[in-house]
C-alpha cells in the first residue's frame, strides 16, 4: 500500500489534525497492528486538546486512487456493515517552522466500530490510546521498548493513516 502510494502522490509535509485520537487496533489473527482515527466531538465535555499527526499528500490521480484506497480500507456499501473505516473530509494545520501554517481541506480514514463499552473499557479490537497522535513515533517506541524481546507480532503496519 505504501509503495503505491508514494508512486501516486506528492508529500507535502507533517500535519495537525486537532480534536482528534488515534488507537492502536490489533487482531490476534493479523501479524501486524494499525493505527485507529477517531475525532472528539467538539461538544463533548472535559474534552482534552487532542490532535493526530499524520502526513498530508497530494493524490495526482485523486478519482483513481481513492478507489483503491477504499477498497484497501474496505470503506464503501461493498464492504460488510457496518465499515471499519469511513472516509471523511477534515481540516488539516500543515506543521511548518513558520508561524504563517496553512490550513487544508483533506480525506482521511475514521474508525467507524466502537472504541469504549458503557463501562470505559476498550472494545476488542482496539487496545489502547496512541496517547502522543503520533502512529510512527509509536511504532518506532514501542520497537525500541522490545528490541531484546521476542515478539509474538513482531511486523507493524507504518503506513496507514495517520494518512491525511
Not at 500535519?15 to 501486524?32: C, G, M, P
Not at 464492504?79 to 481540516?91: A, D, L, M, S
Request: charged share 25%.
Amino acid at each position: 500500500m505504501a509503495q503505491k502510494l508514494s508512486t501516486e502522490a506528492e508529500w507535502i509535509g507533517k500535519a495537525l489534525l486537532q480534536n482528534a485520537q488515534l488507537y492502536r487496533v490489533h487482531w490476534e489473527n493479523f501479524h501486524f497492528d494499525y493505527p485507529a482515527l477517531v475525532l472528539i466531538d467538539e461538544k463533548t465535555p472535559n474534552k482534552c486538546d487532542s490532535f493526530v499527526v499524520g502526513d498530508l499528500v497530494h493524490l495526482k490521480n485523486a478519482e483513481q486512487s481513492i478507489k483503491w484506497l477504499d477498497a484497501y480500507e474496505e470503506c464503501g456499501e461493498q464492504f460488510n456493515q457496518p465499515n471499519e473505516y469511513i472516509r471523511k473530509e477534515v481540516t488539516v494545520q500543515l506543521m511548518t517552522d513558520q508561524a504563517d501554517s496553512r490550513n487544508f481541506l483533506a480525506s482521511t480514514y475514521v474508525y467507524g466500530w466502537p472504541i469504549k463499552d458503557s463501562d470505559g473499557n476498550f472494545v476488542a479490537p482496539v487496545r489502547e490510546i496512541v496517547v502522543a497522535g503520533d502512529w510512527l513515533k509509536f511504532v518506532q517506541k514501542t520497537v525500541e521498548n522490545y528490541a531484546d524481546k521476542p515478539l509474538i507480532h513482531p511486523h507493524v503496519r507504518p503506513c496507514h493513516p495517520s494518512l491525511l
